[in-house]
């Protein structure tokens, strides 16, 4: 389909493949890092329940099953039909050389349900999917490294805001 | 709090804004109690970095007083006198673990930005821009600061915040220009820039075991400084051919090592705004970088040309082929600060050096926008402002 969207992208993180490989099997903590995700709960032996919101508002939902998984070297799922969203994704494990930790590699798929729909990512992003799942990755990277993903005074915003601090509320994942 | 707000090119005032808070578990709240304007807040001022927002606050030099520790600080407590370093560092990733701390691999909430600009991010930087993550800088009251166990040195008893406050910055800049040319002892070292960093360039250069440092500026008082703070040699560009003497004082072998403590010149156009443009190839129009093309050309063969002066985008003219030809270095990068915090606070309770020999004005917080003009027109033989968020303005 036209407006699929397919994004391949690696990080290494400071921590040890087991680690590494335990954190991406464990879906219902993604929402801690990957943008307009609200919520992943098991629903059954290989199978979740994912909840995401567009920036207008929107919400989408989906079942997802896990295709692949092999303890510290592969990890994969796919949505199954009649959900809002077709999105598949694969994370590889690799040791990094020189005790530098893991390389993670991610190829995360999108494409649209429904005709006229621009791809969840695609629109969310603009023209860059890759970058939404680049700093989901570095997010990631922040959540396994400090324990928590970095804020500055105006990352805390979902919209532009001057560098200086402000009494609103912080955005989720921000 | 009162703090300095970038509010468009060449414009900055102090506003009203809310004080800062805790956002990471890590963080601390400093009251701050000494602050000021580096040479490089002159590129935000003019308008050449890109992504500032009206509203921004501005200052990446600052110290004072811990009020407040998030859930997971250690190390420091309610009450530390500290300084704090201007890059961001989280402390464990890996660059941070190989002591680079100004390429923290966490720090830059918009690394994606930076990505764009210069292939890979660099640290988050306080008060420098939305490149460099959006946080707000230390011309203000009160600051917050990220990973408050990593970052900021406890100042000792006995000394005081004029002596203490460039361990932020400008003296450890200074200091890691001289190391990276690698000196071994005797060596005749160049140093185009006699403003503050240049000042600790060159100080640092004599620290480090140089025979002679030769320093380059225009400024009378700031070649004066040079020679009488510094011990340097000094030439004024407007008044002799530099490599001619340059050459003739190294009895025609040119400077061992050559630091451009200069960078991107502040009359540089403006580059057009990242959030808009940044996959472009940033069409800048460039001012010629009079110094650091003379330095290359300068050198000795096989030398090292230490970059410490800020550069933000693309220089033409590089003489690309001088590097290759006699074998020149470059070496660069943001201060690695926190490496130096230790070594160069003992050197500075020893007595090797007192850092408050650069400071020429001592003004108000209030008073910031006006000490930006004066900083940058070199007005009143200005070198380098300190400012308090508590003195009262200046008449």
Redesign the interface.
Known sequence: MSDAIHVRKAI?V?RPIGEVYRAWENFTEFPRFMAYLDSVENTGPRISHWRAHEPGGNSLEWDAEVTEHEPNTVIAWRSLEGGDLNHSGKVKFREAPMQ??TEVLVEMYYAPRSGGLAGLIGRLSGN?PT?VV??DL?RF??VM????V???????HEK????????EP?AVN? | MR?T?WMGKESVSVEN?????I????DAIVRITTTAICGSDLHLYGGFVPSM?????LGHEFMGEVVEVGR?VRKLKKGDRVVVPFPIA?G???AC?RGLTSLC???N????MAEKMWGFSPA?IF?Y??LT?????GQAEYA?V?FADIGPIQVPEGLTDEQVLFLSDIFPTGYMAAENCGLRGGETVAVWGCGPVGLFAIQSAYLLGAGRVIAIDRFPERLAKAKNSCGADVLNYEAVDVREALEEMTGGRGPDHCIDAVGMEAHMPGVEHA?DRV?QALMMETDRPMALRQAILACRNGGTISVAGVYGGFIDKFPMGAIVNRALTIKSGQTHVHRYLQPLMERIQKGEIDPSFVISHRLSLDDAPEAYRTFRDKQDSCIKVVLKPNASPAA
């Open positions: 290494t400071r530098q930790g860059d970058q680049q700093q570095r990277k922040q490294e400090l324990g928590e970095v804020r500055s005074d105006a990352s805390i532009m805001h001057a560098a200086q601090p402000s009494e912080v921000q | 703090a707000c804004v809310p004080d800062p808070r956002l990471n578990s890590g927002e009206k509203g921004d606050i997971n989280c464990q990733c890996t673990q691999e966490n720090s909430p918009n690394a994606w988050g008060g821009s939305h993550g959006g946080f707000a800088g917050r990220p959030y996959k």
